[in-house]
Structure formats: structure tokens, C-alpha cells
């Protein structure tokens, strides 16, 4: 019993969290002939998408074990979830600095994320320094290609305080979204030509 409560208080918010972004997610997958791509700006939206819809995430934190993701990959995609985001080299510096779970996780691996369980070592400055190097570097690379890899169709943001996208607004257009509790969700094209998939 004394288990229980504590992993329900711990878990409390985002299970709340997980339960009011159903709405906003059913919205988010709606049509498409394709399975449906979703930029969710928080990773507890983002991992409950394959939950409650046939829809993808564009990256969650479990995504590589859920949709059977390589590590390279799985990077790539976070990365553009970062840029997409907003979220600067020297944020994820700070993240990296302090070992937020689901930061270095997807940079180095869930292995040098807990090292005092897995038996590896904590990250080291040299290793921060190159990945804040190369995430800048993808950043300033990014360009129509990466933007093909996938198409965005929606995106899911916060209804009160709802951040400004730039990046993401430099690639697609938004309609003009739908308010579904505390979410709002908007519909994507893109304003480049969309590659070929290989």
C-alpha cells in the first residue's frame, strides 16, 4: 500500500497532464491518408499520442523502445523536436550539465542518463561541449530536407501562454487551430516542396 501511494503522488500531475491532452490528440490525428505526424511541445502529450490515436509523435521519450527507434535516429528526431521547440545550444548545455533524464537520454543513451544503475560513467564537459557543438551545427543545417524527415501535420501547444514556434513557423504555415480544453491544436502545411521519400 505504502508503494502505491507514493507512485500515485509522484505520478499524479502527468497523469493528469496525459488526460487532458486526449482531446487535443484525437483532434490532432484527425484525416490525412497517411499516418498522421504530431509535434506535441510537452513529452507527456507526446509519448500518450500512440495511445490514444494511429497518429505518431514527432519524438517522446519512449519512443525508441515503442516505435522501435535506433539510437542515430532517434537523436535526429529529437534534435528536430528541440529545434522545432525553440530550445537553444546553450539550453541544452544547462540540461546536459545538470543530467535531466530526458535530455541526456536521447543525446548519449538511457545508459549515461542513469549511470549509477548501468554501470557506465557521468557524462564528461568534453562530451557536453560536442554535442552542444553538433546540435548547434543541425540547427544552422537545417534546411527542406530535414524538414521532409518527417512531414508535420499538427502541432499540439499549451491554450494559456502559447509559445511562439519561430522555427517551426519558418517551415509551415498554421491554420487557425482548434481549442480543445487546455490545448490548442493546429493543423500544419508546409511552405517548402516536400521531398520524395527514399
Not at 497523469?15 to 509535434?39: F, W
Not at 525508441?64 to 537523436?75: L, Q, T, Y
Not at 557543438?133 to 544552422?140: G, K
Amino acid at each position: 500500500m505504502a508503494e502505491s501511494v507514493s507512485a500515485t503522488r509522484i505520478n499524479a500531475i502527468p497523469t493528469e497532464i496525459r488526460d487532458l491532452s486526449v482531446p487535443a490528440i484525437r483532434e490532432a490525428a484527425k484525416g490525412g491518408e497517411r499516418v498522421n505526424v504530431i509535434l506535441a511541445t510537452n513529452s507527456i502529450t507526446a509519448d500518450a499520442i500512440p495511445t490514444f490515436s494511429t497518429a505518431r509523435p514527432l519524438w517522446a521519450p519512449h519512443l525508441p523502445s515503442a516505435g522501435h527507434v535506433e539510437p542515430a535516429e532517434n537523436k535526429r528526431l529529437y534534435y528536430t523536436y528541440l529545434y522545432y521547440s525553440g530550445f537553444s545550444a546553450d539550453e541544452l548545455k544547462k540540461e546536459l550539465r545538470a543530467n535531466t533524464f530526458d535530455v541526456v537520454a536521447p543525446v548519449f543513451g538511457p545508459d549515461r542518463a542513469l549511470p549509477a544503475l548501468s554501470g557506465g560513467h557521468p557524462l564528461t564537459a568534453a562530451e557536453i561541449r560536442a554535442a552542444t557543438v553538433e546540435f548547434a551545427a543541425f540547427c544552422a543545417a537545417f534546411g527542406e530536407k530535414q524538414a521532409s524527415e518527417p512531414i508535420v501535420d499538427s502541432v499540439i501547444l499549451p491554450a494559456q501562454d502559447e509559445p511562439v514556434l519561430s522555427n517551426l513557423q519558418r517551415w509551415y504555415e498554421y491554420d487557425g487551430g482548434t481549442t480543445t480544453g487546455e490545448f490548442r491544436v493546429y493543423r500544419l502545411k508546409p511552405k517548402f516542396q516536400p521531398q520524395a521519400a527514399k
